[in-house]
């Protein structure tokens, strides 16, 4: 029973601090990397624009000097001076802020995809980085166990009960396992550079990774209604909501505008009489309305918006079933691997079965190295296709999260 616990108190640790390391490599990289930066401001950027668009049109100021002064009856006109400001229809800034604002949230729904897919390829590199390093591992166990074998190879030579040809053999495969590991030293060193990469690191910075990956018992079963809330769809509703807004932005433009104002003239007294307001400037506030008379600019807005918006919904559809379909694989495949490790787990068992049986055989002087290597072979097999399927699994999982969380 203690045995029992402190294997499951091992398999909970490695499993915690798989996910620890893993999350924290993603972190690292959400703050590292310059595309989701750049993102950042992107949206920053957006969110600005909702300061930009409260605006109105400039105040106009207006000087002139009569080279000729006109004649009143109060006097001569000496110059003349005018403010005007136009002022949008009421709701028109309303509605540019509302647009700039659905603008800046697909921008925000921009980084949440970019975070997502930076978050699934550090899991694939991460579980690609472990599947090297599991497998170099394995192979160092083997060329151990095959200087085992070759050790027994020279005692049964001195005794007769072996040939130079095995114990050949047996190195000869030594060397052909040194070579893969080797293989496998170069693939570890590109992967590191290519993950590091991703967390804007220098490429030699050494790395953690779990040396050991368990498949857990039971799934959670995914729900394929969650799909629905998949930022790479929400994106295009997002779309859709800010060409919305664009339309209600669009009619209040058509609206006119109203402008107010003022003339200033000042006057001069006329020297050959002399009466009430002789000389008194004049002052005129003005009100101006200005119709978009021509209105075929709006209407063409009006008839893009709505084929945008109908466009937008195919668009989405088809990313639907994009997901729905990556979503069916992944699980697929998911389960699939945890069958192919199950499976190699249990052919391993019956081939180190049979290696005991070999090297017990190795007692009575009846031992066969060629089975010994076939034996050898087969396990290495099985090993690597464990290691493949676990990677796998975590991979397909990573691929799972990307869609539905």
């Not at 409260?54 to 009569?66: I, K, R």
């Not at 390829?121 to 200087?147: C, D, H, M, P, T």
């Not at 799909?227 to 929400?234: G, R, S």
Request: charged share 25%; proline share 3%.
């Amino acid at each position: 029973m203690k045995n029992i616990i402190s294997i499951l108190f091992l398999f909970f640790t490695a499993s915690v601090v798989k996910a620890q390391e893993l999350q924290y490599f993603i972190l690292e990289a959400e703050n590292n990397n310059p595309e989701i930066k750049a993102f950042n401001l992107r949206y920053s950027i957006a969110e600005e624009k909702v300061n930009e668009v409260n605006w109105v049109p400039n105040t106009e100021f207006s000087a002139g000097y009569f080279v000729s002064e006109p004649e009143t009856r109060t006097g001569p006109q000496r110059a003349r001076f005018s403010a005007r400001q136009m002022l949008p229809w009421f709701g028109t800034i309303t509605a540019r802020e509302n647009y700039a604002t659905a603008m800046a949230n697909a921008e925000y729904i921009e980084i949440v995809i970019a975070k997502r897919k930076l978050s699934l390829s550090v899991s694939q590199s991460y579980f690609g980085l472990y599947e090297i390093k599991a497998q170099q591992r394995v192979l160092s166990k083997n060329v151990l166990l095959l200087k085992t074998y070759e050790k027994i190879a020279l005692k049964s030579l001195e005794v007769g009960k072996a040939s130079a040809v095995d114990v050949l053999r047996l190195q000869i495969r030594q060397n052909e396992l040194q070579q893969q590991k080797d293989v496998l030293d170069e693939a570890y060193l590109a992967a590191q550079i290519s993950f590091n990469k991703l967390l804007h690191r220098e490429g030699t910075t050494a790395l953690i990774i779990p040396n050991e990956l368990f498949l857990p018992n039971e799934d959670v079963l995914p729900l394929k209604r969650v799909l629905a809330l998949n930022p790479e769809l929400l994106l295009y509703d997002k779309r859709y909501e800010s060409i919305a807004k664009e339309e209600l932005l669009n009619k209040n433009e058509l609206n006119p505008m109203i402008g107010f104002g003022l003339d200033y003239i000042p006057v001069s007294e006329r020297t050959d009489m002399s009466f009430n307001g002789n000389g008194k400037d004049v002052f005129m506030p003005m009100m101006t309305v200005s119709i978009p008379l021509f209105n075929n600019k709006f209407k063409s807005i009006t008839k893009q918006n709505e084929l945008r918006q109908l466009e937008i919904n195919f668009q989405k559809e088809s990313k639907l079933n994009v997901l729905e379909s990556a979503f069916a694989k992944a699980i697929s495949r998911r389960n699939q691997a945890k069958i192919q490790s199950y499976t190699q787990e249990k052919n391993l068992k019956q081939a180190q079965d049979a290696e005991e049986i070999l090297i017990e055989n190795y007692q009575t002087g009846t031992i066969n190295f060629n089975d010994i290597l076939d034996i050898q072979e087969l396990q290495l097999k099985f090993q690597m296709n464990q290691i493949s399927a676990i990677t796998s699994y975590y991979t397909q999982t990573a691929i799972i999260n990307y869609l539905i969380k």
